[in-house]
């Protein structure tokens, strides 16, 4: 019990990540309002008890969308960061484990990729891919992966390096093993936060692309693409906006809050700092 | 100057090339066809054939990179698709909203990010400190399109002290350059707190304590210039950030700089202007990287010796 | 300036200095920070639309609202009165003795804004460039078919020869695209950036993106338009028109989006214009893939479509639904509402009939501006078994897309593009574009390949005959063709909805939309 309140952000940021879990389970429970059935003889009704939201501008309710669009959220940011931080510290340790030309081809993609920021190789992506649920996916997926190169490389460096895989080969060893049995469980606790910590900015950019109409495809009630509805009808109707978006920062400051706990728990003095 | 700065100057246009070929490969990967888009919907197999080789997409990719980076060095970026204008001059047209934009926003999160860190980690645990802490990770939170259009409806719509969308006046840089610096500002903070909470935890500020020397002298004369390089590191990291975050609001606030001409090139695929856009984005980070290196290598003596 | 020595002067001096430099601070800062820093005189009017121009050219657009930004600096040789009656303008009068020819005279003493003559060598150029078949202009394609040549006859008339009878000929004449340009301008190529016309209202500037700015021009042969100077913006955000209105930054704004003109009608600041419209909405459905090739199918899609739910719901009840191919305002529009209703159990009986009681998906290209229509059809058609997929397109895309050829669409399984169209009060500019099969895409709107040959004789018999009986008559056996065959879901029009400042008098709307400022004024 003390632990829970030494560490408040964990706390907080559980209890925030938790009911995101569950609004994402349980959605068709909590709500009895389907999120795609129109009513277009009452657009944007006002809150009532049958709608405490209201209704958006095709007579939907905007509080079972915003609690089904709780899904779209969760699943961007487990695939995103589930993909991105898999491939990234697998590449990032294979580099620090082998060291040499090939951790400064890995370490010079890795930069070439850091170079843009990350919205526009989305964009780009996008722009090839076409726009599409899947294809942003893989968009936000391609440019997280360098902080997690990165790191893992990074902690693979601090933690021995090429040396000490060397020196374990040397007795027999495979350098996979040593990857995995020796480095990684060191390697865990930073990149265990980095994910947290960046799960937030990953619903963010996705809501964002959503937002610019290049994200889910309608009718779909993920919170960005609410938002980019409701936005034509601000100075008239706030509800479409202001709920899905009040959500949202709920849901991002729940895995920042998690993160900050994590790194307080896991991880209280940084990741251990090399010269890159 | 020294070797370090020097490698990182020699390796910038490595990056700049291979970044345009990045660009330039991904946007010839593009779907449909540029010459069809020119032409327009009615024309004849002819006239498309024209387009073609008027723009020189016959030849292998390899020659029309070359010729790209030909016509790049006398300034010709190319034609947009869209508004038939010189992507140079869309380039010129828009890219000053967006400069504006971006300082205004980028000064407004220094200005109150850094000093606010600065205070919050003189006094850890503290209430300042605390609610620092709380409202920086708010800040960090809140979508920046939404705090953006909830600021229009407060702001524009019902007070009406602001002007709503567009960039007719100065009034109407406000609510845009809010809505950019939140994120920022919150970043911005909560770094600087980590590293001066980190650097007055160091040994010589201790015995510059225990010598009685008054806080102020402590923090203006020892701890400020340990802190000046991690607070330029993390305040040159974030221009990325803030360089992206202007994509979404120029869209939010119809702001005419380059963040709102990349994505409308997006939708309307035109290839020039994306690939143009793309590139000056790449270049400001990486530039402002760079500048962001060379001035820790000026402020703090370790560097200096390479 | 030397200062007197005595203090009490001195004193009184610099007072004096403080004074007026804090009231030129003043005056410069109140100045700078007016309510969006726009100087308002009462000599002028802001026009906010939701597009800006593509062209200063009239012949190269086919937007309504370039047309408006365009009319007050262009003239054609007719206009049409509110009764929709063509009335002169450049030509003083006109005769044809068969249909085929038709001479105009010529008004004397007009000259371009740039001071060229307007005179028969200059009105022959305007349209040669038109029907030129190497012409690359926009609207090239609405003229090409109809008008043979124009010649000069003498300085002071014209006379035009057609390809066939066109009793529409004098509304042809009277759209935007079919103004009188400077030969000179024309000849130098400067056109598209620089309007030059005969109109009350002469070209000043044009800043891209931002803004074009008109001002009365001094030589106008007519009478002279009360307001000195018009400026023109445009923004793609329905607030932002709204509120433009609501500050004063705009005078008159158009179109205004459903949500907003409710408002501005109970807003006693403001006063609302709507008038029912020719923006007509419908799906063209390619007709060549399959199983669209199926007309029980295309019947089923309309009869799942409730136009009156839409019109209440996306309209906020600015609209009609169509019950026919032409607009209601349309001369002999055929209103069948039998085969146009709402009726869902009607249409899974015509897909089971089809064989496809299991459903079907239906792919439909749409621009951003119209994807609320699309949303609301996806929901509809869902509750008998279609699924609609939205594509969003925009811009040269969008157009690239709607008018590929029948290879391109089916390739990509396209399976509809959900259109809109003003065409004015022309029942022949409604109907040959959309459903002639000479006008099948690329070269033409007809973008789902609709290919009946008894709808092309009549279309033609229809335009090509001056008895009014008979083209009732022809004009309601095409439309009840078009109809059974459902080569279009058809939609519903839309209201024309201006929103304007009380006190701006004077504004008109042409049936389409296109908005006429040449005579208005703030009062």
Request: hydrophobic residues 50%; charged residues 15%.
């Amino acid at each position: 019990m003390g632990g829970l309140v030494r560490n408040p952000s964990l706390t907080l940021g559980g209890l925030l990540v938790g009911a995101l879990v569950l609004a994402s389970l349980f959605a068709p429970v909590l709500s009895a309002a389907s999120p795609l059935a129109q009513d277009l003889h009452h657009p944007f009704g006002g809150l009532s008890a049958r709608h405490p939201f209201g209704t958006d501008a095709f007579g939907r309710d905007i509080a079972a969308r915003v609690l089904y669009g709780a899904r779209y959220s969760l699943l961007e940011a487990g695939a995103c960061i589930g993909m991105a931080c898999t491939a990234g510290t697998l590449l990032g340790l294979a580099a620090g484990a082998r060291g040499g030309w090939f951790d400064q081809a890995v370490m010079w993609a890795m930069d070439i990729l850091f170079a843009f920021p990350g919205i526009v190789l989305a964009l780009l992506a996008l722009a090839l891919l076409g726009p599409g649920l899947v294809n942003m996916l893989l968009a936000i997926t391609l440019f997280s992966i360098p902080v997690y190169a990165r790191l893992a490389r990074n902690l693979a460096m601090s933690l021995g390096g090429a040396l000490y895989v060397e020196a374990a080969v040397a007795i027999g060893a495979s350098p996979a093993r040593v990857m995995f049995a020796h480095i990684l469980p060191n390697a865990a606790g930073p990149i265990i936060v980095q994910c947290a910590a960046s799960a937030g900015s990953v619903i963010l950019t996705a809501a964002s692309l959503s937002f610019l109409g290049l994200g889910v495809a309608p009718p779909a009630p993920e919170w960005g693409a609410m938002m980019s509805d409701g936005r034509n009808y601000i100075g008239a109707y706030l509800a479409p906006t202001l709920f899905p978006g009040l959500a949202m920062t709920l849901a991002v400051l729940g895995f920042n809050l998690l993160g900050e706990g994590l790194r307080q728990l896991l991880d209280p003095f940084g990741p251990i700092r090399t010269r890159s | 100057m020294n070797g370090y700065i020097l490698r990182k100057l020699l390796a910038f246009p490595a990056v700049l090339l291979a970044v345009s070929l990045l660009t330039f490969l991904a946007v010839r990967m593009l779907p449909g066809d540029p010459a069809r888009l020119i032409a327009g919907p009615e024309a004849s197999a002819e006239a498309v054939a024209a387009v073609h080789a008027r723009l020189g997409l016959d030849q292998p990719v390899g020659a029309q990179y070359l010729a790209f980076l030909a016509h790049a060095a006398e300034g010709d970026l190319g034609t947009s698709i869209e508004s038939r204008r010189p992507v140079v001059d869309e380039l010129a047209s828009h890219l000053p909203y967006t400069l504006a934009l971006g300082l205004a926003a980028y000064g407004l999160a220094v200005g109150l990010g850094v000093p606010g860190g600065i205070l919050a980690a003189a006094a850890p645990g503290k209430p300042w400190d605390r609610a620092f802490s709380a409202a920086t990770i708010l800040a960090l939170s809140l979508p920046s399109f939404w705090v953006g259009l909830m600021a229009m409806e407060l702001f524009a719509v019902r007070l009406r002290w602001l002007p709503l969308m567009g960039a007719g006046s100065a009034s109407h840089i406000v609510l845009p350059a809010l809505a950019l610096s939140l994120a920022p500002m919150g970043l911005i903070g909560r770094m600087t707190r980590a590293a001066m909470i980190e650097i007055l935890r160091q040994n010589y500020i201790r015995t510059a304590r225990a010598k009685g020397l008054e806080p102020f002298a402590i923090y203006v004369r020892h701890a400020l210039p340990a802190a000046s390089t991690p607070i330029v590191t993390i305040v040159g990291l974030n221009l990325g950030a803030v360089i992206a975050g202007t994509v979404v609001t120029e869209s939010v606030f119809s702001w005419p700089g380059v963040g709102r001409l990349l994505v409308d090139a997006v939708k309307y695929r035109d290839y020039p202007v994306i690939q143009a856009v793309t590139l000056v984005a790449v270049v400001s980070v990486v530039l402002a990287n760079l500048a962001a290196e060379m001035a820790i290598a000026f402020l703090d003596p370790r560097m200096r010796r390479g | 300036m030397a200062i007197p020595p005595s203090l009490p002067d001195r004193r009184a001096v610099c007072l004096a200095i403080a004074r007026s430099a804090l009231a030129a601070g003043v005056a410069g800062t109140l100045a700078g920070c007016g309510r969006g820093g726009v100087r308002r005189d009462a000599g002028a009017l802001t026009i906010m639309q939701t597009e800006g121009p593509r062209a200063m050219d009239p012949a190269n657009h086919t937007a309504t609202l370039t047309g408006a930004i365009l009319d007050p600096m262009y003239e054609g040789l007719v206009r049409l009165d509110a009764a929709g009656a063509a009335v002169p303008l450049l030509a003083t009068s006109w005769q044809t003795p068969d249909g085929l020819t038709w001479t105009f005279r010529l008004r004397d003493g007009v000259r371009f804004h740039d001071g060229a003559p307007m005179d028969a060598a200059a009105v022959a150029q305007s349209f040669q460039r038109l029907i030129d078949p190497r012409s690359a202009l926009a609207a090239a394609g609405k003229f090409k078919p109809i008008i043979g040549s124009v010649e000069t006859v003498g300085a002071s008339a014209v006379q035009f020869r057609l390809r066939k009878p066109y009793a529409d000929l004098l509304t042809l004449l009277s759209a935007s695209q079919a103004s009188i340009v400077s030969p000179r301008a024309a000849a130098a190529g400067t056109l598209q950036r620089v309007a030059c016309g005969t109109g009350p209202y002469a070209f000043v500037a044009w800043a891209s993106d931002e803004y074009v700015a008109q001002r009365r021009s001094p030589g106008y042969w007519g009478r002279a338009a009360r307001t000195e100077t018009l400026r023109w913006t445009w923004s793609s955000e329905p607030s932002v028109l709204y509120m433009a209105l609501r500050t004063g930054d705009a005078d008159i704004a158009t179109p205004l989006s459903p949500v907003f003109s409710r408002l501005a009608a109970a807003n006693p600041a403001l006063s609302l214009v709507h008038s029912p419209g020719t923006a007509f909405f419908w799906i063209a459905l390619n007709t060549r893939l399959p199983p669209l090739d199926d007309v029980r199918v295309r019947q089923a899609l309309n009869f799942a479509t409730d136009r009156a739910a839409l019109v209440a719901g996306l309209l906020g009840g600015f609209g009609q639904p169509a019950t026919a191919p032409l607009a209601d305002r349309t001369p002999f529009a055929h209103p069948d509402p039998t085969r146009l209703r709402f009726d869902p159990g009607q249409a899974r009986r015509l897909l089971s009939a089809a064989g496809h009681g299991a459903g079907l998906g239906v792919a439909v290209a749409t621009q951003a501006a119209d994807e609320p229509l699309a949303e609301a059809l996806q929901a509809m058609w869902a509750e008998v078994g279609v699924a609609l997929e939205i594509r969003r397109l925009e811009g040269g895309v969008y157009a690239s897309e709607a008018f590929a050829a029948p290879r391109v669409k089916v390739a990509e399984g396209l399976g509809g593009v959900l259109a809109s169209w003003s065409s004015g009060v022309a029942p022949d500019l409604q109907l040959r574009p959309l459903f002639d099969s000479a006008s099948m895409a690329p070269a033409g709107a007809n973008l789902g390949f609709y290919d009946d040959p008894a709808v092309d004789a009549l279309i033609d018999a229809a335009v090509g005959s001056r008895d009014p009986a008979e083209r009732r008559r022809l004009y309601a056996a095409v439309q009840a063709r078009i109809v059974a065959a459902a080569p279009a879901v058809l939609l519903y029009t839309r209201d024309d909805l201006v929103g304007a400042r009380r006190g701006v008098s004077g504004l008109g709307v042409r049936p389409g939309g296109e908005l006429v400022v040449s005579g208005a004024f703030k009062a």
